[in-house]
Antibody
């Protein structure tokens, strides 16, 4: 059974950092690009970024709203994807979901259950 | 960035009704469009990819059509478990972008 479990969310002050983890099982992790999507309270879905697999360079792409502040990485030995969030702003408050991509199709099911990040002083 | 619009923003329908949601992209995206269902308090789930391909395990009452800029999502017979918000999403260009969502409830 494919499972993705996010962790690391919580309450953090503006300007501080937080690292989210997405622990996976049930599929060959290193074959899949991994994405992060967020959802502010009561709002719609926003793509945050994704990381390619190692054969495709293992590089990442980001939404303009987080570029330069957020970094996505992956540990193919541990089957974990990470989202390092620096210089956090109030507007980063959201539930953060990790997902995997299948070929050219992003965000296939199942998604993780999400982890809530609240940026507040 | 490609902007996605959806119509309507919300709707109420009876169990068994046919429900149709439309999605329009601000530029041509071929068939690089997905549809998601998000039940209250849950993570989204992929229903349709490539504009018209039903994801494995998804009930056949869901369907999608369209290409280019205009797309349609249909529930042929609304069920109580379909109370949710539905999102379209383009993956033709980075940044991937979602529509604002259509909230569906039971009349």
């Amino acid at each position: 059974e494919v499972q993705l479990v996010e962790s690391g969310g919580g309450l953090v002050q503006p300007g501080r950092s937080l690292r989210l983890s997405c622990t996976t099982s049930g599929f060959t992790f290193n074959d899949y690009p991994m994405s992060w999507v967020r959802q502010a309270p009561g709002k719609g879905l926003e793509w945050v970024g994704f990381i390619r697999t190692k054969p495709f360079g293992g590089t990442a792409e980001y939404a303009a709203s987080v570029k330069g502040r957020f970094t996505i990485s992956r540990d193919d030995d541990k089957n974990i994807a990470y989202l390092q969030m620096n210089s956090l702003k109030h507007e980063d408050t959201a539930v953060y979901y990790c997902t995997r991509d299948r070929g050219t199709v992003p965000f296939v099911s199942p998604w993780g259950q999400g982890t809530l990040v609240i940026v507040s002083s | 960035d490609i902007q996605m619009t959806q119509s309507p923003s919300s709707l109420s329908a009876s169990v068994g009704d046919k429900v149709t949601i439309t999605c329009q992209a601000s530029q041509h995206i071929s068939k690089f469009l997905s549809w998601y269902r998000q039940k209250p308090g849950k993570a989204p789930e992929l229903l349709i990819y490539g504009a018209s391909n039903l994801e494995t395990g998804v009930p056949s009452r869901f369907s999608g059509s369209g290409s280019g800029r205009d797309f349609t999502f249909t529930i042929s017979s609304l069920q109580p478990e379909d109370i949710a918000t539905y999102y379209c999403q383009q993956y033709d260009n980075i940044p991937f972008t979602f529509g604002p969502g259509t909230k569906v409830d039971i009349k």
